[in-house]
């Protein structure tokens, strides 16, 4: 097991979109990779999400979008956490979201987009070297 | 084996064996030796069966194949050959598309279109906050307006929705589960306003609440009174429009959250079942109820295991029809299916290979036969919404399939195979084990409120999605034969954002000028047919003629009926 | 913030600072015992109540009805929320917290999951920070939830005022193995879930284990029956928490797990002070071969100390 702290995520789908599959799989597999994964529920909003994001201490909040409407609340889930002091937390949203969308997405500070395809292997990996850049340790 | 016995194959059962032993010894070994098989292993995509190398009559004999016993004739138990006499000679499979987005004006005009291309059947779908029960101005609907499917807000939307030319429609299904009185009830009510003879139509709506509690998650109410109210809803069509389909219970949304075939047929019977069995409680006889259910199942891009599962629905529904309900009447028996392809595998990698994809799943519903309806699925669904390229692309793979293919020439082309009744026989076997445990647990109300189905849905869905990232089951384009450095695009059809604003801006004019007055009464009435058990249909439908929102009317169900927890159906991972 | 800062915004009741200061206990190491130092001298604020149980008992909805009713009453709650890692990753999945969503917005309520992170002695030490951390920023309940199985969980219990453990009908075997002596914590005894069938069983043997632990004059573990989904039982279960909080006015528990503590942790500080440097001695080296050798009797050992 690594000497460093587990890495703790909290996982949240805003808005209507009830999927169920992206979440169940993604959970699963970032636990098989040692993680932390607090749920934050379905149909939650920003507001639910960001102050779950502070209570929970987590070093990344990740997203599922499968119905389009990202667009909608990551602005708002973004600003509310840059409020709350979260700005070192570290924010990745995954699901169907289109190409010309992911610039808009980094300027208002979503660190990576995962589209549809992704593998658990490339999210376990991204996650893993972005939590240790921003704790300013060495890999393990 | 009694080497005197000769099965109808006319094959003696022992020298056979003797043959194959020596074929695999003298012919077949040297050769796999010579030349290794592509794999350690052959499975079935879905349900991960092992495949031989080869099949042969000893493999029938193996199972009990009998002709008439398994097989039969064309629409007569056990109905594995077909459900109807003459197949798809007589008749070819309809054809339909899901459509149905932005505002009901946005709607006609799409649905105009295709009526023009030549479909005769049209599907709606409406958006996130119908399909969950709120009106588009409630502040959870915000930015979700008129994206999944189209607005419902009011008796108003319906009506701009059907406003084209309704004489070359003879089917509309509407997809809207939880508030399916609300639905059922404006599509009734716009339908008289427009003049369209309500004998002249055929309404079709999945009513489908049932997997919804198990999979994607429109629900709104908890499951038993969902139950109530899709009963409702099955009992005044079936005693007021009975050409009409108040039922199909979506085995295709099974399939498509990861069920395989056994699991997506058993799940999709036990749910059938308590449906019939709230209606036989309320007096109705067996042949009354079950002539109304319908499936629609997923179908994928194994041919055989396809082809195997659409024969074994059908098999094992008359079985259950006739044993479980003694129901008589050929209506009950045969099994009426729609089938939707591209339900799964359809890849954003390369998305032109899904034509070839759809293709085949198509060639399979029309070789085995069957299903009444084909819905056409569309090559880029996995990353949009429907171009009008996709629907022609679509609208051709139907017709190359049934007019330059021959498969749908003759009925059941198929039977006889070894491999087909082997895989045949051996979906039908586990279908009926689930099933009985299914029925041990108290039927499929149960085992959704304990989270069974759920629980197997999320080990399948952990499962694939391991086969997938290791390679054991090749996708193409996905984990095998990738084209490096693709360039994948993805295109959220681009609603015009307007959509939202314009919904918005009907709603509160029709707030604003119509009768407020008889808005509390009707509410009340709806109340009352809540509490006292009441069908809920014909309140609604007073409503709704006088403009009382569809949200309105959903607020108070959610009152009386409580909601139901999306978090409480986390299965425990 | 450094440690005295957090402290400060402990104090002030922050959140960022209430997660911080948990977080800081589950990392460990040298802040951690800082940390340590300072909520050692916080007093007993806080009604600390652990619930208990197998998993499927509904343990986090019954803490959600507990939030509500302590809200009502104006009471700032405090919830940790305790599920096991996996032994083989170290990674969890920590599903309680969804159940209680609902209070997230609320500022009077602070909500934390926590994991054992496949320590085993670990869980209990992060729990028991946690909850000082929360009694420090003067929450007036707190509520500590894990899984009844195993030693860990059995730690909880003797770091809190209250236990309440939740069965369910149709559990018969759990509780029967808590008959023979298996588990023997549990003020407040619920049964959850009285809409299913077998309620009657289960109550019968809960009030037997009660009646046998009570001795004359102390406090017997009352009954509970609810069904935390729609909420019918509550009020009572509130009661019943009540009277034993009233009974449990002095923390006596702990108290004595707190004594523990410092014994333990005396015990630690004279292994790294005294009896590592002198296993590592070079006179002990020597000494331990030659009494192995039988060169020495082995009594010449005690001439070390």
């Given at each position: 097991m690594s000497m460093s702290a587990p890495i703790r995520i909290l996982l949240a789908k805003m808005g209507l979109d009830t999927h169920t599959i992206g979440v169940t799989v993604l959970a699963k597999g970032l636990r098989d990779a040692g993680f932390e994964v607090i749920f934050s529920g379905f149909k939650q909003t920003p507001e639910v999400v960001a102050a779950s994001a502070l209570q929970e201490d987590v070093d990344v909040v990740g997203v599922s979008s499968l119905s389009g409407g990202h667009m909608r609340y990551m602005p708002h889930l973004l600003e509310l956490m840059r409020e709350q002091g979260l700005d070192d937390t570290l924010v990745i949203l995954g699901g169907v979201i289109p190409e010309e969308d992911i610039e808009a997405l980094a300027d208002i500070g979503v660190d990576r987009v995962f589209t549809m395809g992704a593998s658990m292997d490339d999210i376990v990996a991204y996650i893993r070297r972005a939590v240790a850049e921003k704790r300013g340790e060495a890999l393990a | 084996m009694n080497a005197e016995h000769k099965p109808a194959y006319g094959y003696s059962t022992q020298l056979l064996s003797t043959s194959l032993e020596a074929w695999q010894k003298q012919v077949w070994q040297p050769a796999v030796e010579a030349q290794p098989e592509r794999q350690e292993q052959f499975l079935t995509q879905s349900m991960r069966w092992d495949i031989k190398p080869l099949y042969t009559p000893l493999d029938l004999e193996e199972i009990g194949f009998r002709y008439e016993a398994d097989l039969g004739f064309p629409?007569?138990?056990?109905?594995?050959?077909?459900?109807?006499?003459t197949g798809y000679r007589s008749r070819l499979w309809a054809m339909t598309q899901v459509t149905g987005f932005g505002t009901g004006e946005d709607s006609a005009k799409r649905w105009a279109y295709m009526l023009e291309q030549g479909l005769d059947s049209l599907i709606i779908e409406y958006d996130l906050p119908t399909t969950n029960g709120?009106?588009?101005?409630?502040?959870?609907?915000r930015g979700e307006v008129c994206r999944a499917g189209m607005a419902l807000d009011s008796l108003q939307d319906m009506e701009d929705a059907l406003n084209f030319p309704l004489d070359k429609l003879n089917n509309i299904m509407s997809v809207c589960n939880a508030p399916q009185p609300v639905n059922l009830a404006m599509l009734i009510a716009a339908l008289e306003k427009k003049g369209k003879a309500l004998d002249s139509i055929r309404l079709m709506m999945p009513n489908a609440i049932l997997i919804e509690y198990t999979c994607v998650g429109r629900y709104i109410f908890p499951p038993k009174h969902g139950l109530r109210i899709a009963t409702d809803v099955i009992e005044y069509v079936i005693r007021?429009?009975?050409?009409?389909?108040?039922?199909?219970?979506?085995g295709a949304q099974l399939y498509a959250a990861r069920a395989n075939p056994v699991q997506e047929i058993a799940f999709s019977f036990a749910i059938a079942k308590s449906y019939i069995d709230a209606l036989l409680e309320r007096g109705f006889h067996i042949d009354e109820v079950a002539p109304y259910v319908r499936h629609i199942t997923g179908i994928d891009t194994d041919f055989f295991e396809s082809v195997a599962k659409l024969r074994a629905y059908r098999k094992v529904w008359g079985r259950i029809m006739r044993d479980q309900y003694g129901a008589q009447k050929p209506e009950s028996l045969r099994l009426q299916l729609m089938s939707s392809p591209g339900t799964m595998d359809m890849t954003l990698q390369q998305p032109l290979n899904n034509i070839a994809r759809l293709g085949i799943q198509m060639l399979a519903c029309a070789a085995a036969g069957g299903a009444y309806t084909i819905n056409t699925p569309l090559h880029d669904e996995a990353h949009a919404l429907p171009s009008e390229e996709a629907i022609a692309i679509g609208a051709s793979i139907h017709n190359i399939v049934a007019?330059?293919?021959?498969?749908?020439?003759?009925?059941?082309?198929?039977?006889?195979?070894y491999y087909v009744e082997y895989l045949t026989r051996r979906v039908e076997d586990a279908v009926l084990e689930e099933m009985e445990k299914i029925d041990a647990m108290g039927g499929a109300l149960k085992a959704i409120e304990e989270g069974y189905f759920q629980r197997k849905l999320a080990e399948q869905q952990n499962a694939r999605n391991r086969a997938i990232e290791s390679g054991e089951r090749k996708l193409v384009g996905v984990n095998y034969l990738v084209k490096p450095g693709e360039k994948r695009e993805i295109e959220i059809f681009r609603l015009d954002d307007s959509a939202e604003q314009r919904q918005l801006e009907r709603l509160r004019k029709l707030r604003a000028s119509r009768d407020n007055s008889k808005v509390q009464r009707h509410l009340d009435a709806v109340r009352a047919a809540c509490r006292d058990g009441g069908n809920l249909v014909p309140p609604i439908l007073a409503a709704v003629k006088d403009y009382v929102t569809h949200g309105e009317l959903c607020q108070v169900m959610r009152e009386e009926f409580g909601e139901h927890d999306p978090n409480a159906l986390t299965p425990d991972i | 913030m450094n440690g005295p800062e957090l402290f400060a915004a402990l104090l002030e009741q922050k959140p960022v600072a209430i997660a911080k200061a948990i977080s800081t206990a589950e990392r460990g190491g040298p802040d951690s015992e800082a940390l340590f130092n300072q909520l050692f001298g916080v007093p007993f604020h806080s009604q600390v109540i652990g619930i208990t149980g197998p998993p499927g008992a509904g343990k986090s909805t019954l803490v959600d009805r507990l939030l509500e009713q302590a809200r009502a009453a104006g009471r700032r709650v405090g919830v940790l929320a305790v599920d096991p890692s996996s032994p083989l990753t170290g990674g969890s999945i920590l599903g309680d917290r969804v159940r209680m969503q609902r209070h997230a917005l609320d500022p009077g309520v602070f909500i934390r999951s926590l994991s054992n992170r496949g320590h085993l002695g670990g869980l209990s030490e992060v729990t028991y920070q946690g909850i000082r951390v929360l009694e420090a920023a003067r929450f007036d309940l707190v509520l500590v939830e894990s899984i009844g199985i195993g030693q860990n969980e059995i730690e909880i219990t003797r770091m809190v005022d209250t236990t309440l453990l939740v069965t369910i009908p149709g559990m018969g075997d759990y509780v029967q193995a808590m008959k023979a002596g298996v588990m023997e914590f549990g003020d407040v005894l619920v049964i959850n879930k009285c809409d299913l069938p077998g309620v009657g069983q289960v109550e019968k043997l809960l009030q037997e284990i009660a009646h046998d632990r009570a001795a004359p004059g102390e406090w017997t573990p009352p009954v509970v029956k609810i069904t935390a989904s729609n909420g019918d039982g509550i009020a009572s279960l509130v009661e019943a928490l009540d009277a034993h909080a009233r009974v449990a006015a002095d923390h006596a528990v702990r108290r004595r797990y707190e004594r523990r503590l410092l014994d333990e942790m005396l015990q630690r500080a004279i292994l790294n002070r005294y009896f590592q440097p002198l296993v590592q001695s070079e006179d002990y080296q020597a000494l331990a071969r030659q009494v192995l050798e039988r060169q020495r009797p082995l009594q010449d050992l005690w001439s070390l100390l």
């Amino acid at each position: 097991m690594s000497m460093s702290a587990p890495i703790r995520i909290l996982l949240a789908k805003m808005g209507l979109d009830t999927h169920t599959i992206g979440v169940t799989v993604l959970a699963k597999g970032l636990r098989d990779a040692g993680f932390e994964v607090i749920f934050s529920g379905f149909k939650q909003t920003p507001e639910v999400v960001a102050a779950s994001a502070l209570q929970e201490d987590v070093d990344v909040v990740g997203v599922s979008s499968l119905s389009g409407g990202h667009m909608r609340y990551m602005p708002h889930l973004l600003e509310l956490m840059r409020e709350q002091g979260l700005d070192d937390t570290l924010v990745i949203l995954g699901g169907v979201i289109p190409e010309e969308d992911i610039e808009a997405l980094a300027d208002i500070g979503v660190d990576r987009v995962f589209t549809m395809g992704a593998s658990m292997d490339d999210i376990v990996a991204y996650i893993r070297r972005a939590v240790a850049e921003k704790r300013g340790e060495a890999l393990a | 084996m009694n080497a005197e016995h000769k099965p109808a194959y006319g094959y003696s059962t022992q020298l056979l064996s003797t043959s194959l032993e020596a074929w695999q010894k003298q012919v077949w070994q040297p050769a796999v030796e010579a030349q290794p098989e592509r794999q350690e292993q052959f499975l079935t995509q879905s349900m991960r069966w092992d495949i031989k190398p080869l099949y042969t009559p000893l493999d029938l004999e193996e199972i009990g194949f009998r002709y008439e016993a398994d097989l039969g004739f064309p629409g007569q138990a056990p109905y594995t050959r077909e459900t109807r006499p003459t197949g798809y000679r007589s008749r070819l499979w309809a054809m339909t598309q899901v459509t149905g987005f932005g505002t009901g004006e946005d709607s006609a005009k799409r649905w105009a279109y295709m009526l023009e291309q030549g479909l005769d059947s049209l599907i709606i779908e409406y958006d996130l906050p119908t399909t969950n029960g709120y009106d588009s101005d409630h502040p959870l609907a915000r930015g979700e307006v008129c994206r999944a499917g189209m607005a419902l807000d009011s008796l108003q939307d319906m009506e701009d929705a059907l406003n084209f030319p309704l004489d070359k429609l003879n089917n509309i299904m509407s997809v809207c589960n939880a508030p399916q009185p609300v639905n059922l009830a404006m599509l009734i009510a716009a339908l008289e306003k427009k003049g369209k003879a309500l004998d002249s139509i055929r309404l079709m709506m999945p009513n489908a609440i049932l997997i919804e509690y198990t999979c994607v998650g429109r629900y709104i109410f908890p499951p038993k009174h969902g139950l109530r109210i899709a009963t409702d809803v099955i009992e005044y069509v079936i005693r007021n429009h009975p050409t009409w389909a108040p039922l199909s219970v979506v085995g295709a949304q099974l399939y498509a959250a990861r069920a395989n075939p056994v699991q997506e047929i058993a799940f999709s019977f036990a749910i059938a079942k308590s449906y019939i069995d709230a209606l036989l409680e309320r007096g109705f006889h067996i042949d009354e109820v079950a002539p109304y259910v319908r499936h629609i199942t997923g179908i994928d891009t194994d041919f055989f295991e396809s082809v195997a599962k659409l024969r074994a629905y059908r098999k094992v529904w008359g079985r259950i029809m006739r044993d479980q309900y003694g129901a008589q009447k050929p209506e009950s028996l045969r099994l009426q299916l729609m089938s939707s392809p591209g339900t799964m595998d359809m890849t954003l990698q390369q998305p032109l290979n899904n034509i070839a994809r759809l293709g085949i799943q198509m060639l399979a519903c029309a070789a085995a036969g069957g299903a009444y309806t084909i819905n056409t699925p569309l090559h880029d669904e996995a990353h949009a919404l429907p171009s009008e390229e996709a629907i022609a692309i679509g609208a051709s793979i139907h017709n190359i399939v049934a007019h330059e293919s021959g498969v749908a020439d003759t009925i059941d082309p198929l039977a006889g195979s070894y491999y087909v009744e082997y895989l045949t026989r051996r979906v039908e076997d586990a279908v009926l084990e689930e099933m009985e445990k299914i029925d041990a647990m108290g039927g499929a109300l149960k085992a959704i409120e304990e989270g069974y189905f759920q629980r197997k849905l999320a080990e399948q869905q952990n499962a694939r999605n391991r086969a997938i990232e290791s390679g054991e089951r090749k996708l193409v384009g996905v984990n095998y034969l990738v084209k490096p450095g693709e360039k994948r695009e993805i295109e959220i059809f681009r609603l015009d954002d307007s959509a939202e604003q314009r919904q918005l801006e009907r709603l509160r004019k029709l707030r604003a000028s119509r009768d407020n007055s008889k808005v509390q009464r009707h509410l009340d009435a709806v109340r009352a047919a809540c509490r006292d058990g009441g069908n809920l249909v014909p309140p609604i439908l007073a409503a709704v003629k006088d403009y009382v929102t569809h949200g309105e009317l959903c607020q108070v169900m959610r009152e009386e009926f409580g909601e139901h927890d999306p978090n409480a159906l986390t299965p425990d991972i | 913030m450094n440690g005295p800062e957090l402290f400060a915004a402990l104090l002030e009741q922050k959140p960022v600072a209430i997660a911080k200061a948990i977080s800081t206990a589950e990392r460990g190491g040298p802040d951690s015992e800082a940390l340590f130092n300072q909520l050692f001298g916080v007093p007993f604020h806080s009604q600390v109540i652990g619930i208990t149980g197998p998993p499927g008992a509904g343990k986090s909805t019954l803490v959600d009805r507990l939030l509500e009713q302590a809200r009502a009453a104006g009471r700032r709650v405090g919830v940790l929320a305790v599920d096991p890692s996996s032994p083989l990753t170290g990674g969890s999945i920590l599903g309680d917290r969804v159940r209680m969503q609902r209070h997230a917005l609320d500022p009077g309520v602070f909500i934390r999951s926590l994991s054992n992170r496949g320590h085993l002695g670990g869980l209990s030490e992060v729990t028991y920070q946690g909850i000082r951390v929360l009694e420090a920023a003067r929450f007036d309940l707190v509520l500590v939830e894990s899984i009844g199985i195993g030693q860990n969980e059995i730690e909880i219990t003797r770091m809190v005022d209250t236990t309440l453990l939740v069965t369910i009908p149709g559990m018969g075997d759990y509780v029967q193995a808590m008959k023979a002596g298996v588990m023997e914590f549990g003020d407040v005894l619920v049964i959850n879930k009285c809409d299913l069938p077998g309620v009657g069983q289960v109550e019968k043997l809960l009030q037997e284990i009660a009646h046998d632990r009570a001795a004359p004059g102390e406090w017997t573990p009352p009954v509970v029956k609810i069904t935390a989904s729609n909420g019918d039982g509550i009020a009572s279960l509130v009661e019943a928490l009540d009277a034993h909080a009233r009974v449990a006015a002095d923390h006596a528990v702990r108290r004595r797990y707190e004594r523990r503590l410092l014994d333990e942790m005396l015990q630690r500080a004279i292994l790294n002070r005294y009896f590592q440097p002198l296993v590592q001695s070079e006179d002990y080296q020597a000494l331990a071969r030659q009494v192995l050798e039988r060169q020495r009797p082995l009594q010449d050992l005690w001439s070390l100390l």
